[in-house]
């Protein structure tokens, strides 16, 4: 009877090779710790999360209207004339009211057909008034993004992450221009939201930076009359002096 052949020895022995052509796959596991292992969390940065001054910090201020609008539609309104305000001044004059109403009537923007009309006669009347002419020019931009660090008079810091509604760069002049749809508007600057407020101050601040040699004006440009409102500067620096306030 014919002998077995012996088993494979299959024991790892350091790093040679073994049995079968088997490799030792062992890890040395006392290597030693790397040294920010012991070391503590680095503090979070300041500042911790950035200023949207377009998202509301507050309840914004009631916006009443004949229609009756509820509160869910007094925002979709607001997004829709924004849109709007954005879209059509690309457009030759004698193409805008047909492409608003082509707009509205699509079913996102939730606008009732019997509003469709005022809606759009609102927006365009607005484009087409002659004293706004700069504000929709060749020398304006849409929805512009505006990114700084903004440090208040606490010595904190606050990064400002915003969208201008129109910016306007002129010879001797810059215009930031905020549109509301609030209806009905406020007449007096005296009784603007101080969130809006604010939100100018945070823009006006980051681009006097950028533009050294240039004015900065800040408006709001109310779309129910329409009306265009300035903001001076003086109760734009009380607001400003904190950006997380």
Known sequence: MAERAPEPDLTHHGDREVGDGLVDLAVNVRAPAPGWLRESAPALPDPPRPLTPSQPSEPEPAALSPLGEDEGWRYQRG????????????????????????YLARPSTDV???????????????????DFAAIFGPDSRAEVPVVATLRGSDGRAQVLSGQIDRLVVLPSEVWVVDFKSNRPAPMLAMHVSQQYLRQLAAYRRALTSLYATKEI????LWTDGPRLMEIDKAMLGAHGSNPSS
């Open 79 to 102: 997004r829709v004339v924004h849109h709007l305000l954005e879209m059509l001044p690309q457009l030759a004059p004698k193409r805008r009211r047909a492409a608003a109403l082509e």
């Open 217 to 220: 004006r800040c408006f709001l």
């Open 112 to 130: 009732a057909a019997e509003q469709r009309q005022a809606l759009a006669d609102e927006v365009i009347a607005v484009i087409d008034r002659p």
